[in-house]
Structure formats: structure tokens, C-alpha cells
């Protein structure tokens, strides 16, 4: 299994990044993939998925209206628009992959595979 994400960097508050993962070595149309952020110091927290099987997505409340993820099946890539970031502490994002529909963002427990993550740094 490998899951790779790419896309990180650092950009101006309001700017926009756009992560990649690319997922290989299991039946991505049956796993929910998650997105999730953590800061040094900080506990993990999830910040949207997608259940590739029935397509339904969810967002945390502090990404809701500004970041969009969407998967693209065929190719085994899912993606994380980022649009009008805000200034805070430096975050890497890493995607997730668990099998089923619909896996919350708080059972971390539940999401099998894991990416290394790509760093996100938001400052002016």
C-alpha cells in the first residue's frame, strides 16, 4: 500500500494550495478517504473526507465554504482544494484511507493507511 500526498507549501492568508494523494495497493472505491491536519505540539485533527463509494463528503466546521475534496476513482487520486487560508501555526496534512462509507473524522482508529503528510505553512 502506498499513499503519497504532494501539493504542500507556503502561501499568503487568503491564498489557496491544492493537496494531491495518490493511493495504490487496495480497492480505492471501497475505502472513505480522510484528510486530516496536525500542528507540532498539537493533537491530530480531521479535516474532511470523502466515502468513495456512495461519494458523500464531509468538512470540518473550520474548513466548511472555503476548502472543497473531491477523488478522482479512475486514477486513485484524491485531492484537497484549499481556498482562502488563514494565518495560523504550520500543519502537515495527511490523507487516510479506511475501509467502508462514511468513517468519522474522530475514529482515526478505523482509517488503516496512512500517508507521511505534506506540509502546509500559512503566514505573511
Known amino acids: 500500500v502506498q499513499f503519497v500526498e504532494s501539493g504542500g507549501g507556503e502561501v499568503q492568508p487568503g491564498g489557496s494550495l491544492r493537496l494531491s494523494c495518490a493511493a495504490s495497493?487496495?480497492?480505492?472505491?471501497?475505502?472513505?478517504i480522510g484528510w486530516f491536519r496536525q500542528a507540532p505540539g498539537k493533537e491530530r485533527e480531521g479535516v474532511s473526507y470523502?466515502?468513495?463509494?456512495?461519494?458523500?463528503?464531509y468538512y470540518a466546521d473550520f474548513v466548511k465554504g472555503r476548502f472543497t475534496i473531491s477523488s478522482d476513482n479512475a486514477n486513485n487520486m484524491v485531492y484537497l482544494q484549499m481556498n482562502n487560508l488563514t494565518p495560523e501555526a504550520p500543519a502537515v496534512y495527511s490523507c487516510?484511507?479506511?475501509?467502508?462509507?462514511?468513517?468519522?473524522?474522530?475514529?482515526?482508529?478505523?482509517?488503516?493507511?496512512w500517508g507521511r503528510g505534506a506540509q502546509v505553512t500559512v503566514s505573511s
Open positions: 495497493g487496495f480497492t480505492f472505491a471501497d475505502y472513505t
Open positions: 470523502i466515502s468513495n463509494r456512495d461519494g458523500s463528503t
Open positions: 487516510a484511507a479506511g475501509p467502508g462509507r462514511q468513517i468519522s473524522l474522530l475514529k482515526c482508529d478505523k482509517y488503516d493507511y
